[in-house]
């Protein structure tokens, strides 16, 4: 075991490799308690931030404890980047949190508004006036996990129509639709049959 210890497999190869997933780890724990403190996830996000700074401390006292070692430098910062690339990842495919579309058409939306409601997502339309005329403007508040399926369903409707696509913090009352993944299927089954 010494002698592995030792090695120069051990020290170029195998503690910059520890370090990289340390890295790796950290950050995206890094970026999870970041989206975790931005939705007031108050017990969560002080959780993952100890386990993030934990490991963090780990790695960076293999990297002081050897500064001579250049591969320990360079995993470290291939782990930061791969941890950001991997904690973007995650962000996208926990999509947690909700989201407000707003939508803009001088077009008849009457279409699109029955759709959506009768889909069971709540729709508020407002009359306005844009930089050519009138026009109809939409709002909905969904769960960023049905995002690409709502715009699929404008692009459908409405594919010329403004539309534009904003975090929320929070939200009381509304209607929300329960989309399971057979009506989600039945979704994009209708969309594909209209093109």
């Known amino acids: 075991m010494q002698e592995l210890l030792n090695s120069s497999v051990f020290t170029w190869v195998i503690v910059p490799a520890l370090i990289c997933i340390a890295r790796i780890t950290d950050v995206s724990l890094g970026t999870l308690r970041i989206i975790f403190i931005s939705r007031g996830m108050k017990l969560l996000a002080p959780l993952v931030g100890f386990f993030e700074i934990l490991i963090w401390l780990i790695a960076i006292s293999q990297v002081m404890n050897n500064l001579d070692n250049i591969a320990h430098f360079f995993s470290y910062a291939v782990g930061f980047s791969l941890g950001n ?89 509304g209607v929300f639709p329960a989309v399971s993944n057979t009506s989600r299927f039945k979704f994009l089954s209708f969309l594909n049959a209209k093109k």
């Open 85 to 173: 690339y991997l904690g973007i990842h995650l962000e996208e495919k926990l999509a947690m949190g909700k989201n407000v579309i707003t939508i803009v058409t001088p077009d008849d939306a009457s279409l699109l508004i029955n759709f959506l409601r009768e889909k069971g997502f709540s729709v508020t339309v407002v009359d306005g006036e844009g930089a050519k005329g009138a026009v109809h403007v939409l709002f909905t508040v969904i769960r960023r996990s049905e995002l690409h399926l709502v715009v699929s369903i404008i692009k459908r409707f409405h594919p010329k129509a403004f539309y534009t696509v904003e975090d929320i913090r929070f939200v009381a009352g």
